[in-house]
């Protein structure tokens, strides 16, 4: 079996990130929520200073699944993040350690950034991730509970600012 190769995602990559965000959509039941353009894709990643990265899993010239991930940074700890956005493995390609070696790279990342964590959301119902994730070492952090603001009542508070 060749070996897999992670490497940075670039502006070639476009159209098939944006593949592998609507399949991961689809997977999670969200194929709706994906308002992500070429464009988009392409601004936020691939500009001259992206607060955002990416990378790609290959298999010789195929395209396996990608991360997309950012630093954050702990007020606690006094040291930056990595916060992972997405991991995606097309279905027909996982069992061959794609997802694995994404968060081995990721891990590496991290450690070489003096990130004081590593972290990411998974949905609730998704049993395959969480098995994986808890397989590697990953912990659930129960005790915290996400919160999000998006259209209207984003737009709402904003205008809420002086």
């Known amino acids: 079996m060749p070996e ?3 490497r940075p995602a670039t502006i070639e990559d476009t159209s098939q990130i944006l593949r592998f965000i609507r399949d991961l959509a689809l997977y999670e039941k969200a194929e709706h929520e994906v308002l992500a353009t070429p464009e988009h ?3 936020t990643l691939f500009c001259a200073d992206p607060k955002v990265h990416g990378l790609v899993c290959m ?3 195929q395209p396996l699944g990608f991360a997309v991930y950012f630093f954050n940074y ?4 006094g040291r930056h993040g990595l916060y992972l956005e997405d991991l995606y493995v097309a279905p027909e390609q996982r069992g061959r350690g794609a997802g ?3 968060l081995a790279h990721l891990a590496r ?3 070489e950034a003096d990130c004081g964590r590593f972290e990411w959301s998974v949905l609730d119902w998704n049993a395959p991730s969480i098995a994986f994730y808890e397989s590697l070492g990953a912990v659930p952090q129960d005790e915290w509970v996400r919160y999000r ?3 209207e009542a984003l737009h ?3 205008l809420q600012a002086k």
Do not use: E, F, H, P
């Open 100 to 102: 694995k070696a994404l």
């Open 109 to 111: 990342i991290a450690v």
């Open 156 to 158: 709402r508070l904003a």
């Open 41 to 43: 894709i392409r601004r």
């Open 4 to 6: 897999l190769l992670i």
């Open 149 to 151: 603001l998006t259209g």
């Open 59 to 61: 298999d010789g010239d």
């Open 74 to 77: 702990s007020t606690w700890q």
